[in-house]
């Protein structure tokens, strides 16, 4: 698949911004940086500034610095999907610690409360401290990469469970469900031993316990059909994706052989802002912190925009990760994203466009409609 | 303000509660649209209602599909949609203990009580259908003791994850860098045969400490549940005798168990269908039955009572019901009663479950309908009650048009809210009382 010429830019909203510090540097960091209050703004300042899409980190487990006990990422989307209607919804869900069922039905009920503007930030890496917490062994290393793919796999065979049209509403007949546009999906795992679950309570962690899903969802199909699915390449095989989040344009080129349709660089900034350098404002952010930070692009938004332009061709998107919401957030807003619009650089989400539209993904025929089709 | 209270939830549907409901409403029910759904919850805020009640019940979807069974949106997504779009209601969700571990539901409803500003409820349910399990790998239901023992064991895990976060734990010292004070996060240990749940919930104490929590379950263990822990029991009855008998017991459990029976509400779930006159509302009650579709009232009935009935004809009486199911036990057991009481046949009785699957019917003018909740109430049958309006959106907007104002010139019913959370709107004792 060849390149376009636009730029979605993406924008990571967890808490008081990427930086572990934010919080304690931010003008608004007295308040509640997990709070809801927050949330709405920060999601409702992206999504006039002509955002794409925002994620919605999360982890079981508590980050090494920074505010601990944050919300559920699942539950933080929904609560601004009614206070949106242009910008993508896209929360981190781990693949290894949450029901497919319920991850399944969970995101499908988010693509119908938001109107088709639904995706899944596929989770990855170790998660230690999980299993303790759930109670079942939590598979790591190659293993978690193989109980990804089959999470990854079971959740869309769900989410085709239902064709588009099986619910009726036959008032002739009283059928309000077509049962028979209903479809078991029979999903059976890889994986050894006992499944998990209590039985498994003697089994290694790290083990990949095996599991099985009979279907089919009990949510209809939602109005992208299936979510856009984004992951980091590498953690997801990509013709499982979506969207494959790469951490430097070098890995653009093997994530679009993966089989990824649209690739995302990440990138980490401190803007220039209020006076100040964002280099001056990253090492006093670093200071604070008390713990090494992966390094950030910093400079002025006029860079950035020539950063920006010049990832055209190179990759289909770029996910801002903001160091401080409260103090680069608005300076992409006001000068960095209009200047990508002047340039024809960005797309313009649209109200009632879904965010496959948007991404100019194509709505996916389900799988038993077009499996018909061919017999 | 001294008559005891009222306290009002909407049992939540966008279509109506009759299984024909769809078939006769003026809008085109849609249950995957969340206008609709906010529309149902304004108008339930908008009647001063406490809270809506959001059910889920897995395995409706299984084969054959469970008769009536229209699709609805998951609980935890929905009702965080909705606290964006409400301001005052409380946001009940049913959440199943069999398939769910403590934690994931811990830190669900912790996040929900957050985004509403302390509106949150948890209706702990335990499953009741046979494919309920058809998601998880689970082929057979655990069986009734095995889901209320696993019921009491997430429960009280959940709770343990909740509690360990004290109410000034989170001190955003940005001096000393402390966001979280450690000392006031406690780690969990929670060791049964079910779980083993040690860590700390990555979710801080919500606004209420912890959701408001509910119980639907009316079988003896169901009961042995609520007593122990549920702030809201939530009943199935039609026969006022029997509500206040079964009123009686709540209470009496609930003070066995050390706690306050003034602080644990009892709220029957009543069927409504309200009309200018009382023949129109019968009207109204007639086309509905008129559209019952006989077979699958037969399958809904038989899913209920948990033994196949459809070999039966119309008019065969019914057979007294086996001593237990696997299902739905209080409600098997009613219905049974229900039939015994009023000589129903079978088939009549599978229309009654159309209508109401074993709730109050109320069918008649306003004030017949205020008439007999005061009644109701006053009789020590209820606190309250979970209303369920037969067709939707009509028989909400009815309600709280025209009974609610009823209710409140009686003296029962608030005319302002007093309190933020849901517990406090409730007016349900603080967290912490003494508990043995
Ligand atoms: C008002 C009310 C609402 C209920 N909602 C649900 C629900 O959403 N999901 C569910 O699985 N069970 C629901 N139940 C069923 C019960 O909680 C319980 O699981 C069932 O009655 C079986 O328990 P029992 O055998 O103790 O009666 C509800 C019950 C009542 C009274």
Redesign the pocket.
């Known amino acids: 698949m060849s390149t376009s010429s636009v730029l979605h830019v993406g924008l990571e909203v967890d808490g008081a911004g990427a930086h572990p510090a934010a919080w304690r540097a931010a003008a608004r960091s007295s308040s509640d940086a997990l709070g809801p209050a927050r949330l709405r703004d920060v999601v409702a300042a992206a999504e006039n500034a002509g955002v794409t899409f925002v994620t919605f980190d999360d982890s079981l487990v508590p980050p090494a610095a920074g505010p601990a006990g944050r919300l559920d990422a699942v539950t933080r989307a929904a609560y601004v999907a009614p206070l949106t209607s242009r910008i993508g919804l896209v929360p981190l869900v781990h693949p290894a610690v949450t029901e497919p069922f319920h991850v399944a039905s969970q995101l499908a009920a988010l693509d119908h409360a938001s109107l088709g503007r639904g995706g899944w930030f596929v989770g990855a890496g170790d998660v230690p401290g999980a299993r303790r917490a759930l109670d079942r062994p939590v598979a790591a290393g190659a293993d978690l990469l193989d109980e990804t793919a089959d999470v990854v796999t079971v959740v869309r065979d769900l989410w085709d469970s239902w064709e588009d049209d099986a619910v009726v509403r036959d008032s002739a007949t009283g059928r309000y469900v077509d049962r028979d546009r209903l479809h078991y999906v029979d999903f059976a795992s890889g994986g050894e031993g006992l499944p998990a679950g209590p039985s498994s309570r003697g089994t290694a962690d790290g083990v990949r316990a095996p599991f099985t899903v009979k279907g089919p969802s009990i949510v209809p199909r939602s109005p992208q059909g299936q979510l856009v699915v984004v992951g980091r390449a590498g953690t997801v095989p990509g013709g499982l994706l979506d969207v494959a989040l790469v951490a430097t344009t070098d890995a653009a080129a093997r994530a679009r052989e993966d089989g990824a349709p649209l690739v995302v660089v990440d990138l980490a900034v401190t803007l220039d802002a209020a006076g100040r350098l964002g280099a001056d404002r990253r090492a006093e952010l670093d200071g604070l912190a008390g713990v090494p930070v992966p390094a950030t692009w910093t400079g002025s938004a006029v860079d950035l925009v020539d950063v920006l332009l010049g990832l055209r061709g190179v990759v289909d998107g770029v996910r801002l990760l903001p160091s401080e919401l409260d103090v680069d957030l608005p300076v992409l807003v006001r000068d960095v994203l209009p200047a990508l619009r002047v340039a024809r650089a960005v797309p313009t989400p649209r109200p009632g466009a879904t965010l496959r539209d948007t991404l100019g993904l194509p709505r996916p025929t389900n799988r038993h409609v077009a499996a018909a089709a061919t017999v | 303000m001294s008559a005891r209270q009222m306290r009002l939830g909407a049992?939540h549907t966008v279509s109506g509660h009759h299984a024909a409901a769809w078939r006769v409403s003026t809008q085109v029910n849609d249950t995957e649209s969340l206008a609709q759904h906010q529309a149902a919850a304004r108008a339930a805020q908008d009647g001063l209602l406490h809270f809506l009640?959001a059910?889920?019940?897995?395995g409706e979807q299984g084969d054959p599909v469970s008769p009536g069974f229209q699709p609805r949106l998951e609980p935890a997504v929905l009702l965080a949609a909705l606290a964006a779009s409400t301001e005052h209601i409380g946001l009940v969700g049913?959440f199943?203990t069999t398939f769910s571990g403590p934690f994931q539901l811990a830190r669900q409803l912790s996040s929900l009580d957050h985004v509403s500003g302390g509106r949150a409820g948890w209706?702990v349910?335990?499953?009741?259908r046979a494919g309920a399990g058809d998601g998880f790998g689970s082929s057979d239901l655990p069986d009734?003791v095995e889901r209320y023992a696993k019921a009491h064991d997430v429960v009280e895990a959940a709770l343990a994850l909740w509690d360990a976060w004290e109410p000034d734990a989170v001190v955003r010292d940005r001096r000393t860098a402390t966001y979280v004070d450690p000392d006031r996060v406690h780690r969990t240990e929670h060791t049964s045969r079910f779980h083993e749940v040690r860590g700390v919930l990555p979710a801080s104490r919500s606004p209420q400490g912890r959701p408001v929590l509910f119980?639907?379950?009316?079988?003896d263990?169901?009961l042995a549940l609520a007593a122990r822990h549920a702030d809201v029991v939530?009943?199935?009855q039609d026969h006022l005798p029997d509500a206040r008998r079964l009123y009686r017991d709540v209470k009496e459990r609930v003070a066995h168990e050390g706690r306050d029976p003034d602080g644990v509400l009892v709220l029957p779930?009543v069927i409504t269908v309200i009309g200018s006159s009382r023949s129109q509302a019968q009207d109204v009650h007639d086309r509905l039955l008129e559209q019952v579709d006989d077979d699958q009232a037969r399958r809904r009935l038989s899913g209920i009572l948990g033994w196949d009935t459809s070999a039966l004809p119309y008019d065969a009486p019914v057979e007294p019901a086996p001593a237990t199911t696997e299902g739905?036990?209080?409600?098997a057991r009613l219905l049974h009663a229900r039939a015994v009481r009023d000589g129903l046949s079978i088939g009549q009785l599978a229309r009654v479950t159309a209508a109401t699957r074993g709730h109050l019917l109320l069918v008649g003018t306003a004030q017949d309908v205020a008439d007999e909740l005061l009644a109701w109430h006053a009789d020590e049958a209820a606190d309250g009650f979970?209303v369920g309006p037969a067709v939707m959106p009509s028989g909400l907007r009815r309600f709280v048009r025209d009974v609610v104002p009823l209710l409140q010139r009686a003296g029962v019913f608030r005319t302002s809210r007093e309190g933020r959370t849901l517990r406090e709107q409730l007016a349900l004792p603080p967290l912490g009382t003494p508990r043995p």
């Open positions: 049992y009640l059910t889920d019940v897995l049913s199943s209706n349910v335990t499953s009741f009734h119980q639907g379950g009316g079988s263990a169901g939530l009943t199935s779930g739905n036990r209080a409600r979970l």
